[in-house]
T-cell receptor, first 112, second 115 residues
Framework: EAGVTQFPSHSVIEKGQTVTLRCDPISGHDNLYWYRRVMGKEIKFLLHFVKESKQDESGMPNNRFLAERTGGTYSTLKVQPAELEDSGVYFC??????????FGPGTRLTVT | AQKVTQAQTEISVVEKEDVTLDCVYETRDTTYYLFWYKQPPSGELVFLIRRNSFDEQNEISGRYSWNFQKSTSSFNFTITASQVVDSAVYFCALSIIYNNNDMRFGAGTRLTVKP
């Protein structure tokens, strides 16, 4: 069974540009989460989807971040416009309801 | 509010030494999960263990062991006879059982095992 996959693995963009990160959860997992680790600090929760609905987006830092999960399958996280402080590793995780979360390999975002 | 503290930022040991990674958590909830994840240089987060708050039994898995003590709100992780392949960043995390959505992670401990 394939695990959680994320694309790209690494993205380097300039300040002010737009970047879209993609996450493909494990098949059959209704729950999809986004996290990020910035500047070597702790991994922080961004938001949680149940199928295509946003269950909790309390961790989204500001309105430059937009997450979607059309059709309840894969999810995208768009940063527009990117700022220097957005640099970090963005993790996606998925789970079946009530069970543990499986994490993807992360996308390393570098904003210059 | 939930909080996880990993006070050790970096630890360096020589191969075959035992090493303990500390994790202290805070929560007002009585039912919760505690986790340890390993992040090797390749970057992915590898699940190591999940423990619920009702089970204080210590667990051993090969060279890995975990000591859960509710009295001190700690969930420490010990690697026995460390190996170079154990070099990684280790994260401790907490989530509330009824709402296993928002996992709170510690800042991570970078372990370097030298040959």
């Amino acid at each position: 069974e394939a695990g959680v996959t994320q694309f790209p693995s690494h993205s380097v963009i300039e300040k002010g540009q737009t970047v879209t990160l993609r996450c493909d959860p494990i098949s059959g997992h209704d729950n999809l989460y986004w996290y990020r680790r910035v500047m070597g600090k702790e991994i922080k929760f961004l938001l949680h989807f149940v199928k295509e609905s946003k269950q909790d987006e309390s961790g989204m830092p500001n309105n430059r971040f937009l997450a979607e999960r059309t059709g309840g399958t894969y999810s995208t996280l768009k940063v527009q416009p990117a700022e220097l402080e957005d640099s970090g590793v963005y993790f996606c995780a998925s789970s079946q309801t009530g069970l543990g979360q499986y994490f993807g390999p992360g996308t390393r975002l570098t904003v210059t | 509010a939930q909080k996880v503290t990993q006070a050790q930022t970096e630890i360096s040991v020589v191969e075959k030494e035992d090493v303990t990674l500390d994790c202290v958590y805070e929560t007002r909830d009585t039912t919760y999960y505690l986790f340890w994840y390993k992040q090797p240089p390749s970057g992915e987060l590898v699940f190591l263990i999940r423990r619920n708050s009702f089970d204080e039994q210590n667990e051993i898995s090969g060279r890995y062991s975990w000591n859960f003590q509710k009295s001190t709100s700690s969930f420490n992780f010990t690697i026995t006879a460390s190996q170079v392949v154990d070099s990684a960043v280790y994260f401790c995390a907490l989530s509330i059982i009824y709402n296993n959505n928002d996992m709170r992670f510690g800042a991570g401990t970078r372990l370097t095992v030298k040959p």
